[in-house]
Each structure stands twice: as structure tokens, then as C-alpha cells.
């Protein structure tokens, strides 16, 4: 598991996919601190490891990032802990669209497609 410090590339992330699911990798976005954390079997390891570093629950939000594809499909906004019926977010996606755009912001600053 690591907390992206540098801007990644797409190869970069295909050799941390290949290592584990093969043509994914997840990840769990910090919104508030335009942080990523990468490389773990499950998303609740991530954001453990992120609230250890002092991310705060609300800011976390799980997703996929498959570096062979382009395009929209790059990122899936799919994981368990996004499930927060008390916040509002019901599904395993992020429902709040400006969250969504945050996300993809983050992404984009930190790996170069």
C-alpha cells in the first residue's frame, strides 16, 4: 500500500495492477487533502491507512482505476465504503456529482493518462 508523492504513469500503475488483480487497481481518494492511496487487496485497508495519516471518514471515497482502458471507464466509482446512508450516499458508487468531479480532479493530478 502507498500513498501517491509523485505523479504516476499508466505503466506504472499496470505493473501495481498486475501484481494483484490484474487489470485493476484499487484505490481510495482523500477529496479533502487531494491525496490517493493505492495497491491493497480491499479498499478498507486504504482507508485505513489514510485515516492513520489523519484523513477524516467523510473525505474517503473508494474506487477502481483500470490503466488499460480510456476514457470515462478509467475510473469506476465502486467500492463498500462508500456505503453512507447517514451522509446521503446509498450505493456502492458516490452518488454527489461534485464529489464525483473532485475525485477525477484528484486522479488526474496524480496519474498521467
Known amino acids: 500500500m502507498i500513498i501517491i508523492n509523485k505523479v504516476m504513469s499508466l505503466d506504472e500503475l499496470r505493473v501495481a495492477a498486475a501484481a494483484t488483480f490484474g487489470n485493476l487497481i484499487k484505490a481510495v481518494v482523500d477529496v479533502d487533502g487531494g491525496i490517493i492511496a493505492i495497491d491493497a487487496e480491499l479498499h478498507s485497508d486504504l482507508e485505513a491507512l489514510l485515516l492513520e495519516g489523519g484523513s477524516k471518514q467523510e473525505s474517503l471515497w473508494g474506487i477502481n482505476l483500470y490503466p488499460d482502458i480510456q476514457g470515462d471507464d478509467f475510473i469506476e466509482f465502486d ?9 446521503g450516499n446509498r450505493t ?18 496524480w496519474v498521467k493518462r
Open 79 to 87: 467500492s463498500m465504503i462508500n456505503i453512507r446512508p447517514s451522509s
Open 92 to 109: 456502492r458508487g458516490v452518488d454527489n456529482e461534485l464529489v464525483r468531479k473532485m475525485i477525477i480532479d484528484i486522479v488526474n493530478k
